[in-house]
């Protein structure tokens, strides 16, 4: 029923028309009209050992890198596996090059930078690093999967903290895989053998955790990557479980979305999660080499790839990430 209705002569005049056990039509809000051609796609295309980008609705845009050697040296512009993207706040792109065990930077027309990292244990060292973020300020976090911690750099890839140790004590970590910030700077991290979701704040303190394994909506099977929602929810991917889960801040289970399948809306191993500022979520299906686009309400509305080798087709997708053109976004994004 419409509510406060204020009782001057036109709204009087509009109640006394309705029948018995009528109600006023409730105002439907406006849908936004979304021009997703100016927002990019960049996906980490770890099986053909390349970053593709795409616009928002699929379209096939630019690919860059190509497969490097099985040891050291690595040559720059080469990558092996390649896990996840990430486009900084100058719209430059890093790429977690996984099999070679370090970081590459590229400029905003995928012009080779700089690159560091190698096979070991230290600040300047990963061991198969499969996560990264571009935080507002410029700095990246990079999710050190196989050491069991998180790093932080700056621009120049110059180390600035770590935190993590091997375990599963809160603040510790088993093989940690995707990375999402909310509006605080609070870091989510998706902490997959340990079957749970751990939040740190920006100086990488503990702050709490929810999540244990399951099949059970509330619970995880493998999660992989996720994302903090402009309203605050979290989706959280699940590669064993080929779901899309909603928790609201504290951990609770809002809902699910997906099960295992090839049609639409169907998952096999989700890898990946984000959403535009519109609201619109886009999830990496990895094991169906495909996007699938969905609206603010998580209905499904498109998807695109195949597998195969050529641009715009996908072996394994591991990771992907946001950024569109200038002024695209609403104020305040």
Not at 113 to 138: D, H, N, R, S, V
Not at 203 to 208: E, K, R
Request: glycine share 12%; net charge negative.
């Amino acid at each position: 029923m419409t509510e406060d209705i204020k009782e001057d002569e036109s709204t009087a005049h509009a109640v006394d028309l309705l029948e018995p056990g009528e109600h006023l039509p409730e105002e439907q809000p406006a849908k936004v009209e979304v021009d997703h051609s100016k927002l990019f796609i960049w996906v980490a295309d770890s099986g053909n050992d390349r970053i593709q980008k795409f616009d928002g609705n699929g379209k096939f845009l630019q690919t860059f890198g190509r497969s490097g050697g099985t040891r050291p040296p690595y040559n720059e512009g080469e990558f092996k596996t390649p896990s996840a993207v990430a486009v900084d706040v100058n719209n430059n792109i890093w790429v977690a090059d996984t099999g070679c065990h370090r970081i590459q930077k590229f400029d905003p027309d995928t012009d080779f930078l700089f690159e560091f990292g190698k096979e070991g244990w230290g600040q300047e060292k990963f061991y198969w690093p499969e996560g990264i973020i571009a935080e507002p300020m410029g700095t990246i976090l990079v999710a050190d999967t196989s050491n069991h911690c998180v790093k932080r750099y700056d621009d120049d890839g110059e180390f600035l903290m770590s935190f993590g140790l091997a375990g599963n004590f809160d603040g510790f970590l088993k093989f940690p895989t995707g990375l999402a910030l909310d509006k605080e700077g609070n870091i989510y991290v998706a902490d997959r053998d340990n079957q749970r979701i751990q939040i740190f704040n920006e100086d990488g303190q503990f702050l709490s955790k929810f999540g244990e394994y399951g099949f059970e909506a509330g619970r995880l099977n493998f999660p992989t990557g996720l994302t903090v929602r402009k309203d605050g929810t979290l989706l959280v991917v699940e590669k064993s479980q080929n779901r899309l889960q909603i928790f609201d801040r504290e951990g609770h289970s809002l809902g699910t979305v997906g099960e295992a399948g090839k049609r639409d809306g169907q998952f096999n191993c989700p890898m990946a999660v984000v959403e535009d500022p519109y609201g619109f979520v886009f999830v990496l299906d990895t094991l169906n080499q495909r996007i699938q686009k969905f609206d603010p309400d998580l209905n499904f509305v498109a998807k695109w790839g195949i597998v195969g080798k050529e641009p715009g087709q996908f072996r394994n997708p591991a990771g992907l990430c946001l950024s569109w053109d200038p002024d695209w976004a609403p104020e305040g994004d």
